[in-house]
């Protein structure tokens, strides 16, 4: 009988500091989105609104914040590319739009979609350090999707945005903060306690009129990111 193969460990995991949901985001590595982690940081998101959660923290491990896709998946074939980007997307949107107020611990690199789950969260507080911010995927053959594009609008100042898009600009923490990418920069062994406590520092806003707010303030760009989203990933391709 061959041994129980233990049960791959989780790239999200939930704990509630009072009031608080934290997702610490550790996949031992560079902290990619692949199909697997999309799921575990999706049902972490769930199960803080479940929990009644007054605010989220999204926290990376240290020195990654996020690496951005999965490569391997990208490489795999445009078949299941789309797919895991369809899915990024419906991260994306859960930050975006989610209930309660939603602070990034950006722990140190966040590079392509690690930099657009910055621009999904409401408050990013970035690491001071020798790291890189941006999305670089023109600079890397690949062009930056519509779902990218229209976050960045949302979020990026209009002095960087061309900078920051069509160019590929890379920044680091006290440039993103400029930019739009961060909000501000605390030190390596403060940036998550920092991002728990701005994000205790929200709770009290009220649910209904949060909801209200994400609807009228983002509804529309979320409702253009999913309505394009078909045409969107048809032509997502590498290399061109």
Same mark, same amino acid.
């Given at each position: ?39 575990? !940081? ?75 789950? !910055? ?18 995927? !023109?600079?890397?053959?690949?062009? !930056? ?96």
């Amino acid at each position: 009988m061959s041994e129980t193969e233990p049960a791959p460990q989780q790239a999200a995991t939930l704990r509630i500091d009072d009031g608080v949901a934290v997702v610490d985001f550790d996949d031992g590595k560079a902290n990619v989105l692949g199909h697997d982690s999309i799921a575990s !940081l999706l049902t972490a998101l769930d199960q803080a609104e479940h929990e009644g959660a007054d605010a989220v923290v999204i926290a990376g491990r240290p020195g990654r914040f996020s690496a951005g896709f999965d490569l391997n998946t990208i490489n795999a074939g445009p078949d299941e590319a789309r797919e895991m980007l369809r899915r990024g997307v419906d991260l994306f949107l859960r930050c975006y739009l989610y209930p309660r107020p939603v602070v990034a611990a950006c722990t140190g690199h966040a590079i392509a979609a690690g930099a657009v789950i !910055l621009l999904s969260c409401d408050l990013r507080i970035g690491t001071r350090g020798e790291f890189r911010i941006g999305l670089p995927e !023109l600079t890397i053959g690949m062009g !930056l999707p519509f779902f990218a594009t229209e976050l960045a609008r949302d979020r990026i100042s209009k002095r960087h945005l061309t900078r920051a898009t069509a160019l590929g600009t890379m920044y680091g923490p006290d440039d993103a903060v400029d930019s739009g990418f961060l909000d501000e920069v605390a030190g390596p062994d403060d940036v998550v306690s920092t991002a728990i406590e701005r994000a205790r520092g929200l709770t009290g806003i009220s649910r209904e009129g949060l909801l209200l707010t994400r609807n009228t303030a983002r509804g529309a760009i979320a409702d253009s990111i999913r309505s394009g989203l078909d045409e969107d990933l048809s032509h997502f391709s590498v290399g061109s």
